[in-house]
């Protein structure tokens, strides 16, 4: 009988193998599925670019911050978790300046979102999925984690609140928590998933791509906005994308609210090598 060390895999040669696009994978001995390895960007070597706080700082609670003539009335979360309980430095607390960039963008270009399903990840406190109910999304989810759920509800009542008082109308909006390390298989598929500087911690990628894959269907889109931090995160994240999207060039951005360092990347999902197959034959 094999030794338990060797049944573990242990002190054996771990088999690995590179994709085209550069990202290494090894096989896992233990479940003998292939795994990426986010450390093989020697991320060690490239410490993440710190951001500016905010550059498009609006006065949310407020309602200072418009969309197509709509205040959206935006509440964040105050204070914080211990240390100890959080996830990603409880992020999801305050708006980021993608969020802005992204909602104006939409704004911008209102037929990216005009009359489809749309799911909102890493949402934070909501600004953009809230900008595309605005905007003409059918129906909009806004996602995150579990200490943001009640924020997020909180804010879609705000909005929806503020809607009848202007005698206008948006999408549907609901919330729901959605861990992209188990993301729920009820959940979508949508015509539209947004979201903003969710690509920063180079551990949290593959779970993201895999949340993105597994909410969305053949010719689904995915806008997300990002601000540069980590090259070699990018780099990952760009990889994996190519296993079941095609990146579209993108549209222009409010010229207000843009920079250098924020980029918008769209992606449409393709069918899955064995659904092209099946459809030729």
Known sequence: FPSAAAAL????????????????????????KWEVETQSLDQ???????????????????????????????????????????????TGRHIWDGAVVLTKYLERHPDVVDGKTVCEVGAGCGVVGLAAAVLGAREVLLTDQA???????????????????????????????????????AVGPFDLV????????AELVPLLVNALEA??????????????????????????????????????????YSADIIDVWTFERRASPAAEASGAG
């Open 215 to 256: 909410i969305t269907d053949v010719g689904s889109r995915v806008v997300i906005v990002h601000q540069t931090r980590s090259l070699q995160t990018e780099r990952l994240f760009l990889g994996l994308m190519k296993r079941r999207f095609d990146q579209l060039p993108s549209l222009d951005s409010d010229p207000q």
């Open 9 to 32: 895999g242990l002190g054996m040669a771990v088999r690995k193998h590179t994709a085209a696009d550069g990202t290494v994978y090894s096989l896992n001995p233990r479940t003998r």
């Open 44 to 90: 060690t070597d490239a410490p993440l670019l710190q951001i500016a706080w905010r550059r498009f700082d609006q006065d949310w609670g407020a309602g200072g911050f418009s969309i197509d003539g709509v205040p959206l009335v935006v509440a964040e979360i105050a204070g914080g978790r211990e240390a100890a309980e959080q996830g990603a430095a409880d």
């Open 194 to 201: 947004l979201g903003s500087d969710v690509v920063w911690l």
């Open 147 to 185: 200490y943001c759920v009640e924020n997020l509800k909180g804010n879609a009542d705000r909005l929806q609140n503020k809607v009848a008082e202007l005698g206008r109308v948006c999408g549907k909006v609901e919330v729901s928590e959605l861990d992209w390390a188990r993301p729920d298989a």
